[in-house]
Structure formats: C-alpha cells, structure tokens
C-alpha cells in the first residue's frame, strides 16, 4: 500500500468516526426537542420560538467563527436542523388537539 493510501485510511476512519457522533448528538438533541413540543402542545405554546432562534443563531456564527468554520454554513445546519424541529413540534400540537 502507498503512504497516500494509508493516509487516507486513516483520515476516513477519522471521519467515520466524526460522522457516527454526529449521528448519536443529532439523535440525543431530537430526543430533547421531542420533549419540548410535548411540552409547548400540552401547554398552547406556538411551536417555533423567533427571538431564541436569533440569539441561538447569533451564538453559533460566533462559535463558529471561533473554531474557523464558516458562520453561514453553521447557519444554514442550524436552519436545516430548526426547520425539522418545528415540523415535528406542529404534528405533536395537532396530536394533542385531536
Ligand atoms: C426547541 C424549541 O423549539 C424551536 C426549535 C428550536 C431549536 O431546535 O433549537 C429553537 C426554537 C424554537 O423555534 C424551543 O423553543 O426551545
């Protein structure tokens, strides 16, 4: 095997290993957000909260600036992630009103 080879390996099972935590933390935060739309549809609470978004938003870009990854791409993640919660936070309020 070449040492470009060998390197690569290496880098993929690194990456491997970084994509199967990403998985199990994208799984423990909808386990949370799951409680929270029970939460707000047992209680009436709207599902999508703006003014927490805009300071989770503002928080992100400058921890992702912080850690030199791009805040836009940080914020489209965190919109892509947003948008799936509160699609699920509006079927659990429908739930609860039937
Ligand atoms: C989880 C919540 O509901 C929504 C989803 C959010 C999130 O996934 O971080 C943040 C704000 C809300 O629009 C919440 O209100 O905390």
């Known amino acids: 095997m070449t040492d470009a080879t060998t390197e690569l390996q290496r880098l993929r099972a690194s990456i491997d290993n970084i994509d199967a935590a990403l998985v199990f933390m994208l ?3 909808f386990r949370c957000t799951k409680q929270v739309g029970e939460l707000k549809a ?5 599902a999508s909260d703006p003014g927490r978004e805009e300071r989770q938003i503002a928080r992100l870009r400058r921890l992702a600036e912080e850690a030199d990854l791009d805040p836009e791409f940080a914020q489209k993640w965190f919109g892509f992630v947003v948008a799936e919660v509160i699609r699920h936070h509006r ?6 009103s039937d």
């Not at 047992?42 to 709207?46: N, Q, R, S």
């Not at 079927?91 to 609860?96: L, V």
């Open 42 to 46: 047992a209680h009436g609470m709207p």
């Open 27 to 29: 799984a423990e935060r």
């Open 91 to 96: 079927i659990a309020a429908e739930d609860a």
